[in-house]
């Protein structure tokens, strides 16, 4: 009645709901940048035959950018942590993936 915007016909803000949990927001930068730079490197070695330490460097930049644009991350700082935490769980599953073969050569 007062000329103001109607509230039942505004669409939803986008910050506003489920999408703005910081959980949802790591979560997804950590599955889109893992998924990113699991597939890079395996494109990189095994199909292009890439050996040279830069161009896996630059699969993992472009996987933190994949990563952090997909998760809808701001400023340099949470730049930066995105790329840490992409590498801590990298370390994570290749370490993870060590052991597996280790024990698989090992026997039960």
């Not at 990189?44 to 161009?55: I, M």
């Not at 809808?72 to 990298?90: F, N």
Request: with cysteine; proline share 6%.
């Amino acid at each position: 009645m007062t000329g103001g915007p109607d509230q039942t016909k505004d669409p939803a803000d986008p910050k506003d709901g489920a999408g703005s949990s910081p959980w949802i927001t790591w979560a997804t930068v950590l599955i889109v940048g893992e998924t990113c730079l699991v597939l890079l490197v395996i494109l990189l070695g095994s199909v292009v035959k890439v050996s040279h330490p830069l161009a896996y460097l630059a699969a993992f930049g472009v996987a933190t950018f994949a990563g952090g644009r997909v998760g809808g991350i701001r400023g340099v700082g949470r730049w930066l942590l995105a790329a840490g935490l992409i590498i801590l769980v990298a370390i994570a599953l290749v370490y993870l993936l060590i052991g597996l073969v280790v024990s698989q050569m090992n026997g039960p």
